[in-house]
């Protein structure tokens, strides 16, 4: 029981690494899935800015601010008592300008509570990563599908399959390590080239559409619970169809208060 509630950490996952034990990372925006999550066994908790797509209904992640990111993050580490709670740093926070990067991660930790936050891309975001690590902020790093660049790439499609887009990755990868990271998310990659920088890169990775030999794995949380039945990717799979349980829930309601089933006397008050 008490080993339950001992906080992931950093060092927990890079003991998880070493000991070949695969670390479960899914994404949450709320307190209610923060605590489900929590209390089934998920090791990091993810406030990913795919909250601008889920939960908000933006096309892209691009729209959400660091203000709408650190009101997410917020009731996400109310409910996670025991996970690592990660949170991604939302577009125009970090790019360009590392003092305004390291300004935008101090206020995600301070105003959160938050254990660590993420950032998108390689060399570009070297010294925002370096900066932000050496105020002691935990960073994870993301390669491959970055959806924040999503219009430069022109689409979703697998990223890193030509030689020079895979020897690119691979050398972001280790400066990235070099840097300070300590986690990497790899998303939308082959599997080979994920094993090959799992198995080179001292610190974790976590992969989404990425195979299956990295260290760990992470879903978007709407996604793998069924509730946008839309979207069906090769590497998602769905553990469960909410979107229908949903549904019929609220049929139900509507047929039971049109036909003045509910509220019966019982659940009335005298
Ligand atoms: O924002 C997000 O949900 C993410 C995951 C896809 C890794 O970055």
């Known amino acids: 029981m008490q080993n339950k509630l001992k906080r992931v950490t950093t060092r927990t996952l890079q003991e998880m690494k ?3 034990e695969p670390i479960v990372m899914l994404t949450a ?16 908790l993810l ?3 795919s909250a601008s797509n889920v939960i908000a209904g ?3 992640t691009l729209p959400i601010t660091l203000d709408q990111m650190i009101y997410h993050a917020s009731a996400v580490v109310r409910g996670a008592k025991r996970a690592l709670v990660v949170v991604d740093m939302p577009f125009g926070s970090y790019q360009g300008d590392s003092r305004r990067a390291l300004h935008a991660a101090i206020r995600i930790m301070k105003e959160s509570g938050a254990h660590a936050v993420k950032v998108e891309g390689g060399e570009a975001v070297l010294e925002a990563v370096a900066r932000i690590t050496s105020a002691g902020i935990p960073v994870m790093g993301h390669l491959g599908l970055t959806p924040q ?11 890193a399959k030509e030689a020079s887009e ?9 400066r990235l390590a070099q840097a300070g990271i300590f986690a990497l998310v790899l998303e939308k990659i082959p599997a080979s080239l994920a094993q090959e920088v799992t198995q080179s890169l001292p610190v974790p990775t976590i992969g989404i559409g ?3 030999y990295c260290d760990g794995q992470v879903l978007v949380l709407h996604d793998m619970l069924g509730l946008n039945k839309a979207f069906s990717p090769r590497f998602l799979r769905r553990y469960a169809d909410l979107a229908d349980i949903v549904e019929k829930a609220c049929k139900q309601y509507i047929q039971d208060v049109k036909q003045r089933d509910f509220p019966s006397l019982q659940e009335s008050y005298e």
């Open 149 to 159: 660049s999503i219009y430069q790439f022109g689409g979703y499609r697998v990223r």
């Open 58 to 60: 933006h096309e892209t």
């Open 47 to 49: 406030v990913g800015d």
């Open 210 to 212: 990425a195979g299956p």
């Open 29 to 44: 925006y709320d307190y209610t899935f923060a605590r489900l999550l929590d209390e089934a066994g998920v090791e990091v």
């Open 166 to 174: 895979a020897e690119r990755l691979r050398q972001d990868a280790k």
């Open 18 to 20: 070493a000991a070949s």
